[in-house]
Nanobody
């Protein structure tokens, strides 16, 4: 069983920045793609950013140019740097590991408000 633990969420003003982290409990992390998803109240979970084991990335159109996903395989950790945050970025953010089974973290709340 793989456990994923997110951290780094919080309350930030519009235009501010946050960095989310997701630490995996096992070293298999480095062999599989990872993603950050988010779910706002009343909405479906949506993909925010995705990174392959080799470091190729993909982003939702709504966050391109503002968010950056990266991974440190030596630390079994994936990051999401979020800049120029907007109120519509408010959501619970989840990291996912896409191995033969899919694993999810517990989520971390990001609130963008003045």
């Amino acid at each position: 069983q793989v456990q994923l633990v997110e951290s780094g969420g919080g309350l930030v003003q519009p235009g501010g920045s946050l960095r989310l982290s997701c630490a995996a409990s096992k070293s298999i992390f480095s062999f599989y793609p990872m993603g950050w998803y988010r779910q706002a109240p009343g909405k479906q979970r949506e993909l925010v950013a995705f990174i392959t084991y080799g470091g190729d990335t993909n982003y939702a159109d709504s966050v391109k140019g503002r968010f950056a996903i990266s991974r440190d395989n030596a630390k079994n950790t994936v990051y999401l740097q979020m800049n120029s945050l907007k109120p519509e970025d408010t959501a619970v953010y989840y990291c996912g590991l896409f191995a033969p089974s899919t694993y999810w973290g517990q989520g971390t709340q990001v609130t963008v408000s003045s």
